[in-house]
């Protein structure tokens, strides 16, 4: 047995030599090839929630059968009831039939409580913000001047205006006083009347 390898080790030799080269040729053959460029991918993207708005709140003045009048800050979806308990509630003569307590609020709005009985222009059923209101419509050429600066954006010397270009054949004339443009026009339309 000795005499055989010592015969054809040189050939076994060269056999095992092939084997291993053939091996590592196959080897390096499977083997994925490198373009020599490293690739990032990403990650997928993932939806962003948008940005929520959180309402501001509300500034209003709450005055008349109150126990507290005051101006007071409120949620954005208060309605007018919120307003007269923040206000520490109405007082006993309050006429709260006289006022709609399920209304939505507006900023910069005046909210005023009448007594029972009372004679008083102002009540809380106005639709706009700083606009105390009146139950009815004000007669432009019979109203007082104090029921005039009731109307919105109509201090003393617009009243005072208004009463001294009387007397008005339509709402639109009182556009002819100084001072009252379209815009303060269009906040009182709807407050005022000439019958």
Known sequence: ????????????LITL??????????FFLRMP?????????PPPPTAT?????????LSVYVSGAVARPDVYSLPADS?????????GGATAAADLNRINLARR?????????????EESSLVSASSGPSAPTTP???????ASQSELEALPGIGPSKAKGI???????????????????????QKIRDLITVD
């Not at 309605?79 to 206000?87: C, G, H, L, Q, S």
Request: contains cysteine; negative net charge; proline residues 8%.
């Open 1 to 12: 047995m000795n005499g055989w390898l010592e015969r054809y080790r040189g050939y076994i």
């Open 17 to 26: 030599l092939n084997l291993l080269i053939t091996g590592g040729a196959l």
């Open 33 to 41: 090839r490198s373009t020599g460029e490293i690739a990032i991918t």
């Open 49 to 57: 929630p948008l940005p929520t708005v959180t309402p501001r709140p």
């Open 79 to 87: 309605i007018v009831k919120d307003a007269i308990e923040a206000a």
């Open 105 to 117: 609020l507006c900023d910069q709005e005046h909210i005023y409580v009448p007594e029972v009985g």
């Open 136 to 142: 009815s419509r004000i007669n432009i050429n019979t």
């Open 163 to 185: 009463i001294d270009h009387r007397p008005y054949k339509s709402i639109e004339g009182i556009l002819k006083v100084p001072g009252i443009g379209e815009a303060t026009f």
